[in-house]
């Protein structure tokens, strides 16, 4: 059968329905109490709803079963069970994915990992960190400050992500610019297969060349292969010195010269380089109300974070920068926080996008890589299209509040977001497939750190070779020969 939000996809028959027994079991394995929420063989349907929608509300599943396994173990026999029954899953982390990977398509079994939340493991010497995969970023991070280092991925959803769906979704976030992806930092991963056998590959060595990297097919592998329960992470030492300086700019060759001279003049310091188009700080404001941070309005913004371990050098280079980009008026105007709470205000006006987009209903996310040169021109392009469409405006008539673009401008990715008043066809058919064939051909790709999962599974094509999708559904024949894991998402 085919499900109310997706006509377009049928339930593959070859998976079971669950059944009283099915649930026996699960309760039988991780006890009665909150680990199992069963909606099988009773009304559940409010317990299991926050399992059952996405963080945009864009995505809506129908499982009758929530299983939290609380150790590698339990993961191992709830994923062998399933695998002989016949059961599909979905791997669940925090639920802040932005493609509908993380919620069922029909009645996909969810196995939340937010009961495997243990810090196993952190020398202070290497900086290597072990941790469960259901640890909260945002814990991680405040363990790792209590011991001097930092987590080397950071990102709006901090509070509610787990580590392991970072690595699951190879997350790049605010740092990646200094500290690298998660390809590099990642050291080691504990995973289960499908069949529940335990792929124990938890190295905490920087190096190890002996044969295939396997634990790389984790990463950003979306939990279709298998279910990581483990992640070891070489963490950098905390700086001692960060600052943040938040700038308005006329024009995105502008945006261009700043972040060329930043490279120049902040080299080893500069640890964040973000930009944020006038329209996107327009509808923060309009939603927060809050104070700006600079006087006039500009049709750009950047916000550029060093951190270094010397503050008087640190402070002596930003102030020569500072001086240099409004001196060549390379900037129109800046500022510079001048305390903690000041810099968490003004990384507030970045990472509040996402959220304060989604004030007026729905929003169309696009995460794209495109060549810088090119990177705002989407946005243009973008705007033109459905300004001339006729379905931008104020008024509840236009389905279109706002097109705005901001995004890691230090690594050349683009969030362009259409903020709507709801999820509407026809602005959807202008969007799709123009925005993937814009971006295919300029050689960019559809998806620079979200990933693919339901929304863009039927695009991989934009960014991927025909021989590159027949690999990768190799390994996914491999690994998972049933097709229990996240069946119906990009692969
Ligand atoms: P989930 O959403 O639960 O799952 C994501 C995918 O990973 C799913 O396919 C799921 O099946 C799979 N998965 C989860 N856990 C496991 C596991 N243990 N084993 C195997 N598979 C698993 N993303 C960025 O890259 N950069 C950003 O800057 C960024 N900012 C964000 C800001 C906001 C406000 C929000 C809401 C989201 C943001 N995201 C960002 C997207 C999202 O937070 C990341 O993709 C994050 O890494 C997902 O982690 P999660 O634990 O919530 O995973
Ligand atoms: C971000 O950089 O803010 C995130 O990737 C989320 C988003 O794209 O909105
Ligand atoms: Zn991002």
Redesign the pocket.
């Known amino acids: 059968y085919t499900s109310e939000s997706y006509p377009e996809i049928t339930r593959d028959p070859k998976f079971s329905e669950l059944s009283e027994k099915h649930v026996q079991f699960f309760k039988e394995l991780l006890g009665a109490g909150s680990a199992v929420i069963d909606g099988v063989s009773q009304d559940a349907a409010d317990d299991l709803e926050p399992f059952n929608s996405d963080?945009m509300r864009k995505y809506k599943g129908h499982t009758k079963l929530v299983v939290k396994p609380g150790s590698t173990e339990d993961v191992s026999k709830v994923l062998k069970y399933c695998n002989d029954n016949m059961l599909a899953v979905?791997?669940?982390?925090?639920?802040?994915?932005?493609v509908g990977?993380?919620v069922p398509v029909f009645d996909e079994i969810v196995i939340n990992?937010s009961r495997m939340n243990t810090i196993r493991d952190f020398d202070e010497v290497s900086g290597t960190l072990v941790v469960d995969?259901g640890c909260i970023l945002e814990v991680a991070d405040h363990f790792l400050a209590e011991m001097d280092h930092i987590f080397p991925l950071d990102?709006?959803?901090k509070g509610?992500?787990?580590i392991?769906?970072?690595v699951?979704?190879n997350?790049?976030?605010?740092r990646l610019l200094r500290y690298g992806s998660l390809h590099g930092n990642v050291l080691g991963i504990e995973a289960v297969l499908p069949d529940g056998t335990v792929m124990d590959d938890l190295s905490r060595l920087r190096k190890n060349n002996t044969g295939f990297d396997i634990k790389q097919l984790f990463i950003g592998g979306?939990?279709t292969i298998?279910?990581?329960t483990g992640v070891s992470i070489q963490c950098p030492q905390r700086s001692k010195a960060t600052n943040v300086a938040f700038f308005g700019l006329e024009s995105f060759e502008k945006v261009q010269q700043a972040f060329r001279d930043a490279k120049k003049q902040l080299s080893e310091i500069l640890s964040a380089f973000e930009l944020m188009d006038g329209q996107s700080q327009d509808l923060v404001h309009r939603v927060t109300d809050k104070k700006r941070p600079l006087e006039g309005q500009h049709p750009f913004y950047c916000l550029i974070e060093t951190s270094g371990s010397n503050p008087d050098h640190d402070s002596e280079k930003l102030e020569a920068f500072l001086e240099h980009v409004m001196g060549e008026e390379i900037v129109s105007d800046g500022v510079l926080a001048q305390d903690e709470t000041q810099i968490q205000s003004l990384w507030s006006w970045r990472e509040g996008i996402?959220?304060c987009l989604g004030h007026w209903g729905g929003v169309y996310k696009y995460d794209l890589s495109i060549p810088l040169p090119e990177l705002y021109k989407l946005v243009e392009d973008t705007r033109e299209r459905l300004t001339l469409a006729g379905l931008v405006g104020d008024d509840e008539k236009h389905p279109v509040v706002g097109v705005v673009g901001y995004g890691h401008m230090g690594d050349s990715n683009l969030h362009l977001n259409v903020a709507t008043r709801r999820f509407d066809k026809e602005v959807e058919k202008q969007l799709e497939p123009f925005i993937y064939e814009w971006i295919a051909k300029r050689n960019g790709s559809i998806s620079a750190?979200?990933?693919l999962?339901l929304a863009k599974k039927a695009y991989i094509g934009y960014s991927r070779s025909e021989t590159m999708i027949r690999l990768m559904k190799q390994i996914k024949e491999l690994y998972d020969p049933n097709g229990i894991m996240?069946p119906y998402?990009y692969i």
């Open positions: 963080w979905v791997p669940q982390g925090g639920n802040s994915g932005l990977g993380s990992m995969a990102l709006g959803a509610s992500c787990h392991g769906g970072n699951a979704t997350a790049g976030g605010l979306e939990g298998g279910i990581i996402p959220e750190e979200h990933g999962g996240n998402k």
